[in-house]
Nanobody, 125 residues
Framework: QVQLVESGGGLVQAGGSLRLSCVVSGRTFGVYTMGWFRQAPGKERDFVSAIRGSGGSTYYADSVKGRFTISRDNAKNTVYLQMNSLKPEDTAVYYC??????????????????WGQGTQVTVSS
């Protein structure tokens, strides 16, 4: 069974930074495409970023491009999301997810197979 546990969320002022981490159990972490999504109250779960298993390909939503950086450490079964220049509109619950498909990066949450419990990020103005 694959389990994902996020950490690193919190309250930060606009312009500040946070780094989210997601530790994944299991021995096949290196083959998963890993994604970060976020969901604000009353809104859909939106794609934020994803990274292929090898770490060679990354993809970002336009809203975070240039501010967020996704990375992974396959030796530690961990994926990270470094968030800089945070804005109040970045406030949401952030989820990490694992996708068994390795050939493409999916931006729809429906494509992902495993999910963490989420971590709250609140950006004050």
């Amino acid at each position: 069974q694959v389990q994902l546990v996020e950490s690193g969320g919190g309250l930060v002022q606009a312009g500040g930074s946070l780094r989210l981490s997601c530790v994944v159990s299991g021995r096949t972490f290196g083959v998963y495409t890993m994604g970060w999504f976020r969901q604000a109250p009353g809104k859909e779960r939106d794609f934020v970023s994803a990274i292929r298993g090898s770490g060679g390909s990354t993809y970002y939503a336009d809203s975070v491009k240039g501010r967020f950086t996704i990375s992974r450490d396959n030796a530690k079964n961990t994926v990270y999301l470094q968030m800089n220049s945070l804005k109040p509109e970045d406030t949401a619950v952030y989820y990490c997810a694992a996708d068994k498909a390795i050939a493409v990066i999916h931006t729809s949450h429906r494509a992902y197979d495993y999910w963490g419990q989420g971590t709250q990020v609140t950006v004050s103005s």
